[in-house]
């Protein structure tokens, strides 16, 4: 097959696997935000996109949050993912259709990568599987749906795009997958700050798995470069991690909301049947699923008939259900003493999340038995997966919309206040630990309004001034201040 064919065979595919999961888009055709996470990631968007149109390509502080008076968000959140919202602001979509078109993107993203990774285990059949097995896996939807999960979204496309670079570089070498192990892991610490954590642990099992399979050096250099990934990103996550004790980090895990206990689920949630949606319930709860039609081929992966694959492909068999199980098994409630144990799982705040990636590897084993299955009988092949695509229609049912016009920085001072989301988090977790009374939004808001449309206010108040001192020049922009001051007497 020529390069141009093999090209055009996989933009193909491309554009069959972005039709096969038209249906899990469906939600976002309406272009308004999910759940009370969406309200925040938007406002998030908003607040980089006017640091971007003031010249700050990457910003660390927030100035409009904070009711106003600045928030180091960025200096600990990871804001890759947001970057790639603005593109489709710059060609005029609003705020929330921008966002909305780019979670759809960000979808189509996680499918194509998984379809790249799976195929080069078990051939094209599985990798397409896969990449439906992915999307319509309920814990995913259920992470897109229920709390607009753009970054999550992103970060699981630089795990699994950094899965295959691995295993690409073991095997062949070359310059792409070398760029790409490197990229991948630092585009995935700079996209998601809980996905960081776990996919670094994902990439170091791999790593003893290459260690173990393919030998030791080509181990090293795996790990030279997920090191190297680590060095690209670490004027984020050094900064995060080396200053959290300069913020009310504890937010993020001591409160009951927050807190790992409370949040375990039983087997029989995460294998729960579709429950239909009912909006008249205050606290509908979906469950977090992995479904039953990828489970079910995930199981036929282990048919006898693949006691005829290849060494390799077996071992990436025993690899990926065991880290599958052992996802699954950290939601269990029997896994509480290893959370007690590892101080860093506490910063997850809810097991379940470790379903995602655990629906990834459930996604990348129901590709390699419907593979099996397509060799024994392929019209049963649709037939699965049409089946895959209804069993997750209810999860294609968001309860909460949320339609937003595009934020003033006003409007993010007010959303602060009614919502009690001080910074655009959920506890408050970034505010400085100095700050112990919130200041009242009314001394800023006036100021805010009176200076539209670029909103830029001045951060000093002569009558503060002690007596005699005067202000003699005054400069402000968005975060900084160029002021001189004359007085007969020093003061600080």
Same mark, same amino acid.
């Given at each position: 097959m020529s390069r141009k064919t093999h090209l %055009?065979?996989?933009?193909?595919?491309?554009?069959?696997?972005? +039709?096969?999961?038209?249906?899990?888009?469906?939600?976002?055709?309406?272009?308004?935000? &999910?759940?009370?996470?969406?309200?925040?990631?938007?406002?998030?968007?908003?607040? *980089?996109?006017?640091?971007?149109?003031?010249g700050i390509l990457y910003p660390r502080w927030a100035p409009d949050l904070g009711l106003g008076f600045g928030f180091p968000l960025f200096n600990y959140y990871a804001p890759l993912s947001y970057y790639f919202?603005?593109? *489709?602001?710059?060609?005029?979509?609003? %705020?929330?259709?921008? &966002?909305?078109?780019?979670?759809? =993107?960000? *979808?189509?993203?996680?499918?194509?990568?998984?379809? &790249?990774?799976?195929?080069?285990?078990?051939?094209?059949?599985?990798?397409?599987?896969?990449?439906?097995?992915?999307?319509?896996?309920?814990? +995913?939807?259920?992470? +897109?749906?229920?709390?607009?999960? %753009?970054?999550?979204?992103?970060? %699981?496309?630089? *795990?699994?795009?950094?899965?295959?670079?691995?295993?690409?570089?073991?095997?062949?070498?070359?310059? =792409?997958?070398?760029?790409?192990?490197?990229?991948?892991?630092?585009?995935?610490?700079?996209?998601?700050?809980?996905?960081a954590l776990i996919g670094l642990a994902l990439l170091l099992a791999y790593n003893v798995f290459v260690a173990l399979f393919y030998g030791l050096r080509p181990a090293f250099r795996a790990a030279a470069l997920l090191a190297l990934g680590l060095g690209l990103s670490s004027f984020f996550w050094i900064p995060a991690f080396f200053e959290k004790n300069f913020v009310q980090i504890h937010q993020l895990y001591l409160p009951a909301v927050f807190d790992y206990r409370n949040h375990f689920r039983s087997l029989s949630d995460i294998l729960a049947a579709p429950r239909p949606v009912d909006p008249r319930q205050a606290n509908f709860v979906f469950p977090v699923s992995l479904g039953w039609v990828p489970a079910a081929l995930a199981l036929l992966a282990w048919w006898p008939l693949g006691a005829l694959l290849p060494r390799e492909v077996r071992a990436?068999?025993?690899?990926l259900t065991l880290v599958t199980g052992a996802l699954v098994g950290l939601v269990l409630p029997a896994s509480l003493p290893v959370w007690e144990r590892i101080p860093l799982m506490r910063f997850l705040q809810f097991p379940w999340r470790l379903l995602t990636p655990a629906a990834i590897g459930l996604a990348a084993l129901a590709g390699m038995g419907t593979a099996l299955l397509a060799r024994r009988n392929p019209r049963w092949v649709p037939i699965v997966l049409a089946g895959m695509v209804l069993f997750a229609l209810p999860w294609l049912f968001p309860l909460r919309k949320i339609h937003q016009p595009d934020p003033s920085p006003p409007d993010q001072i007010r959303f602060e206040v009614e919502s009690g989301l001080l910074g655009t988090t959920a506890g408050g977790e970034y505010l400085p630990i100095w700050v112990q009374k919130l200041p009242s939004p009314d001394v800023l808001l006036p100021l805010y309004e009176a200076a539209a449309p670029d909103y830029i206010i001045p951060r000093l108040d002569p009558a503060s001034l002690p007596a005699g001192a005067r202000v003699l020049e005054a400069e402000y922009g968005l975060t900084r201040a160029r002021i001189v001051v004359e007085s007969p007497e020093p003061f600080r």
């Open positions: %055009l065979r996989h933009l193909l595919i491309g554009v069959i696997i972005g +039709v096969g999961i038209l249906p899990a888009l469906q939600p976002l055709f309406s272009g308004q935000l &999910f759940g009370t996470d969406g309200a925040l990631h938007f406002h998030r968007v908003a607040q *980089l996109e006017r640091s971007l149109r003031h919202v603005l593109p *489709l602001r710059w060609a005029g979509c609003s %705020l929330s259709t921008a &966002f909305a078109v780019s979670m759809g =993107l960000a *979808l189509w993203g996680l499918a194509l990568a998984v379809y &790249f990774w799976v195929r080069d285990l078990f051939g094209e059949i599985a990798g397409v599987a896969a990449a439906l097995a992915a999307v319509y896996t309920p814990a +995913v939807l259920n992470y +897109v749906y229920q709390w607009s999960a %753009l970054p999550g979204l992103w970060g %699981l496309i630089w *795990l699994v795009l950094t899965l295959w670079a691995l295993r690409r570089l073991v095997l062949t070498g070359g310059p =792409l997958p070398t760029l790409f192990v490197s990229l991948g892991c630092a585009a995935m610490v700079l996209s998601h700050n809980v996905t990436h068999r025993w690899a």
